[in-house]
């Protein structure tokens, strides 16, 4: 009965660490596409930015 | 039908704001994609490699669809704030010039303002002006998306863009035919007045001799006469000088007159000119020629002008005294009913005056030539005195000349006849001045009507009409005004309901 016991106790300590290993894998893959999303609104904005910087020149120009 | 380019700097807020718009979203756009091309090439590099490097494939994919996505989110919102701040700005202006250029309209509008080329004898409302540093010509020199008050040429100097900030001391042109302008083709009230009448009838003697008194007489009534182009000025002193040595004027050969300018200054401010014409009798030989006066167009009097020798009448009565003075006399190639039956059916055909009605203007009938033999006592001559009218209007019927009554009072509601020399006498080649007679009365009593100064005193109708309508100029601009703040309150009310505000 022990061991019947300690065996399906190692299979749910198994199981238990496999589930933990894949959420902490998708965890961190979660954070790192978010990292990732924020970067790429960054690096949008900053194009923006530059974009905004470069071409508007709020001045009056002859024809 | 889009204007045509000023030589002017344009308000950044109406073509150029939309311009850099537009600029920045293409290169937004162009350096996002960019951006996200290089994001998901990393990713794929990243996609290949092995443990932690997958990560990165997540994170540079991640990073890549947020760049287009995000990025097309941040543009359209940023878009939608630079044309809100753009469009502000371009009301705000476009409110501005409209309401001042409303104003200024209006105002003169009301004062009877106009521009009047004295050469090809357009009305403008605006003329061309020219930039006093590089000469550009600037067609549309009023409150605009150049500038409200003021606009800057492109040679970088500044130009005012309305009368009231002495636009019109500028140097300026006819928008027609080029003919350079003076400021007193602008804010002026102003008379038109020709000498209308056959070839050889005495138009120009007239016009001239009556110019004189009347600069006399304006100065003698407070006025400062003065001439608005020196041209004119010069063409006044050669044939007045010509007078005085006894020499007639030349023939007029220009069928299209050039006007006569004189501006008559009051105390108070108040310029007047007059446009004085002189068409060469040719003119009223064809219909045709007559559509290019085009200043019938806006006639405030005409004085026609009749020379009795040109009625087979007169020349039979006279014809045992006529024959030594024929030379001199020249009586006229054309019957003047002729040429008042051309001047009628040109002001029909080209001017809108509708068939069979009745012209409101004074229209003089001067009976020219009337120092010869008895005519000074036939016709009253230097009688200015009302009763002269009935005395000249009679000897025309006598002369069987009724025609030309006949036409002249069904087609004109306020006629008076006068009798007049321009002369003085007979051109006789002695070398004495010559004195003319009547010459004043007839271009006076026409002017009446329109400058208030040689208005008759026992009625003053133009003096009324003046303070009426400078009080229609500050209407007007007032009603303008208002109409723009109440459609400007109107939608701001609406925006505000529309908000919720």
Known sequence: MDEVFQVVLMISAVIAAVIAVVMAIAIALMAVMTIGAVYGAGVALWNYGNAFYRNVRPERVAP | M???????????????????????????????????????DRAGTAMAGQGAEKAL???FGAAGISVVLFGTALFLAASFLHIFVLFAFLLLI???????????????????????????HSKESLPVYFCPVCSAAHRRLIPSSYGILWRTCTCGNKLPTTFFLNRDRLQSSCASCGHLLKEGHFLSRKAFVPVLGGPSVG????????????????????????????????????????????????????????????????ASGEKTVLYLYDPAGEAFTETDGLALQKYQGFLSGVVLMVDPFAAP???????????????GLMPSGIAAEDALGRFFIGMERNFGLAKGARMALPVAVVVSKADAFDLPQRLALGDHRLSTSATVRDALVKWE????????????????????????????????????????????????????????????????????????????????????????GGALFGLARLLNL
């Open chain 2, 2 to 40: 889009s204007m045509p380019a000023e030589p002017a700097i344009r308000s950044y807020f109406f073509r150029k704001g939309y311009v850099d718009l537009a600029a920045t979203i293409a290169e937004s756009w162009r350096l996002n994609l960019a951006a996200a091309r290089l994001h998901f």
């Open chain 2, 57 to 59: 494939a997540a994170f």
């Open chain 2, 94 to 120: 476009y409110y501005a010039f409209s309401l001042i250029l409303v104003a200024e309209r209006g105002y003169l509008l009301g004062r009877g303002f106009f521009t009047v080329c004295p050469a090809c």
């Open chain 2, 203 to 266: 138009k120009s003697a007239f016009l001239f001799s009556a110019l004189g008194q009347l600069l006399d007489k304006a100065r003698s009534r407070g006025l400062v006469p003065s001439f608005v182009e020196t041209r004119t000025g010069d063409e006044y002193l050669r044939v007045s000088q010509a007078l005085e040595r006894g020499d007639p004027p030349a023939k007029t050969i220009n069928a299209l007159p050039h006007a006569l300018n004189v501006e008559l200054a009051a």
């Open chain 2, 313 to 327: 009448a007169v020349r039979e009565e006279y014809r045992s005294q006529i024959g030594p003075v024929i030379s």
């Open chain 2, 401 to 488: 000349m009724g025609d030309i009554v006949q036409q002249i009072e069904t087609r004109c509601a306020n006629v008076r006849y006068f009798s007049c020399s321009a002369l003085g006498r007979i051109p006789d080649g002695v070398g004495r001045a010559f004195e003319p007679q009547g010459v004043l009365q007839p271009l006076e009593w026409v002017l009446g009507a329109s400058v208030s100064a040689f208005a008759d005193p026992t009625s003053a109708p133009s003096t009324r009409r003046s303070v009426q309508s400078q009080a229609a100029g500050i209407v007007l601009a007032g009603l303008g005004v208002l109409t723009i703040l109440a459609v400007t």
